[in-house]
């Protein structure tokens, strides 16, 4: 039973049209993390909430946003995608405390034309 | 801050043989450790975990062993399987962070 779920698995926007994704998780966890995976790259930790408090990484640019309206659901919002935002897009959950595995979606490909 | 290094980007191994992937991490503080598993097209998947109150842990089919000394973590996997191709990753966390820092991964290929 798939506990972190990504939609959709394949996403396909041209330059500069806004876009969306979505992950959803059945684990009740606290934490919700987005990455950025590029081909044979390690995850690239962009931001996660803990509860309703939002975290951004340092170097995550400001073309990537967040939300995440209830315990359940949290969405990426890229609102103007380049060529470089094409990537795997992955979202992970935790328990929240330190020291705990995170467990992953299996991600959206996203495709910039 | 913390960097994580995987000791080789490829590993090819006879199907039946043990694997182990290596990694090093910087950050003497570091006290949690995580091995991931990611097939192509999917996302990684928790293999095992170990704390640094341990220096081995074991699941089925694979052991972690962590040198807090030399700061070295190891993936040994046994029997291994074509099903086991796929890239490793560890990762690593300090105290109460709830970040992890991932090293750069192992492609594992298993011949036949």
């Known amino acids: 039973d798939a506990m972190v779920i990504q939609n959709p698995r394949y996403q396909v926007t041209q330059f500069g049209k806004p876009v969306t994704l979505s992950c959803s998780q059945t684990l009740n966890h606290n934490v919700m993390y987005w990455y950025q995976q590029k081909s044979s790259q390690a995850p690239k930790l962009l931001f996660h909430?803990?509860?309703?408090?939002?975290?951004n990484e340092a170097d995550t640019p400001d073309n990537f946003q967040s939300r995440r309206p209830n315990t359940s659901f949290c969405f990426l919002d890229i609102r103007s995608p380049g060529l470089g935002d094409a990537a795997m897009y992955l979202c992970?959950?935790?328990?929240?405390?330190?020291?705990?595995?995170?467990?992953f979606g299996d991600g959206t490909r996203l495709s910039i034309l | 801050g913390e960097s994580v290094g995987l000791h080789l980007p490829t590993l090819s191994v006879q199907e039946g043989d043990n694997s182990i992937i290596n990694c090093a991490y910087s950050n003497s503080a570091s006290d949690y450790f995580i091995w991931y598993k990611q097939e192509s097209g999917k996302g990684p998947q928790f293999i095992i975990d170990i704390r640094s109150n341990m220096d081995k842990r074991q699941g089925q089919r694979v052991t972690v062993l962590l040198n807090k000394t030399v700061k070295h973590l190891s993936l040994q996997i046994a029997a291994t399987q074509p099903g086991d191709s796929a890239v490793y990753f560890c990762a690593v966390a300090s105290g109460s962070a709830r970040q992890l820092t991932f090293g750069s991964g192992t492609q594992l290929t298993v011949l036949p």
């Open positions: 992970a959950t935790s328990k929240g405390t330190g020291g705990q595995p995170q467990h």
């Open positions: 909430y803990y509860d309703k408090d939002f975290n």
